[in-house]
């Protein structure tokens, strides 16, 4: 038994390390498959976010295109503008260089004219004289009223140009908000990409460590199986040698038991007493 006894010892001590790593190695098994579906969770969560961001940015880009061409529309147009509100200046800069007078004077040398003719009896002689001078006047006059539609003319450039100039003004900065926008959007998803690959690096990290930990249990497994059995095999040799020293001891008593009724029966062949263990 003292032979024995030692390896029943051993086998139940192996038995329990080996159930404890197990144990151990289950629980971790179970620690990392639930980061995983953490893991896995966030994943859906950036790529939605990663899609949302992603259809805005592209949408602000769509946007800030069009704005850009609409901005660059209006500052040709603008141009345009500006160049017609030079060729007027230049057209009224050449009508006044060939005017020596003063509209106010021509106007007051018509209205008396007009006045005297409609008012006075003239010759025939004064009478062509007046008409020829008003028609005179009046042709001279027409180059004032060339000026004033040139200057209405540019006036009304003018305003186009400072409209055109607002609507260009306008739109860059519905650009900038735009492109501000767009970034805001574009750096998100960098940062969801980034998190994204250090979860997916993570991930792959785990799935190498829990297919180790399921070969540590597979491996432990089998030796718990074996120790198992080595157990019973001590716990089968105890209880044998147990058996062994019973069944002696039963001979030895038997034995004994033996004896003492042939010294008995010795004594009472010859006369003699029996003792109370006899």
Known sequence: MEDTRPD???????????????DFNYQKLDQMRQR??????????????????????DERNKLIAEKKALRDRLHSEKS??????????????????????????????LKEISWRYQT??????????????????????????????????????????????????????????LADESKGYHESL??????????VSELDASRKVMQGLREEIDKAKDELFVANAQFKVAKNQVEHQKAEQLAEQAKLIMN??????????????????????E
Do not use: C, P, W
Not at 82 to 95: A, G, M, P, V
Not at 190 to 199: A, D, F, M, Q
């Open 80 to 109: 345009e503008v500006s160049d017609k509100i030079n060729e007027f200046l230049e057209k009224r800069k050449t009508l006044i260089s060939n005017v020596d007078y003063h509209q106010d004077e021509l106007m007051a040398q």
């Open 36 to 57: 995983k579906s953490e893991i896995l969770m966030r994943l859906e969560e950036i790529r939605k976010s990663s899609e949302t961001n992603r259809t805005a940015r």
């Open 8 to 22: 029943l010892g051993n086998a139940t001590r192996n038995m329990r390390t080996l159930q404890e790593q197990i």
């Open 120 to 177: 006075t009896t003239l010759s025939l002689e004064e009478d062509r004289k007046a008409v020829q001078k008003i028609s005179e006047l009046e042709k001279r006059l027409v180059y004032f009223k060339k000026v004033k539609d040139v200057d209405q003319e540019i006036s009304r450039l003018r305003g186009r140009f400072d409209e055109l100039r607002t609507q260009a003004n306008t739109t860059h900065k519905e650009v900038i908000a």
């Open 256 to 277: 004994k038991k033996s004896e003492l009724a042939e010294k008995a029966n010795v004594k009472l062949k010859n006369g003699g007493r029996v003792t109370f263990e």
């Open 190 to 199: 960098i940062k969801g990409y980034e998190e994204r690959s250090v979860l």
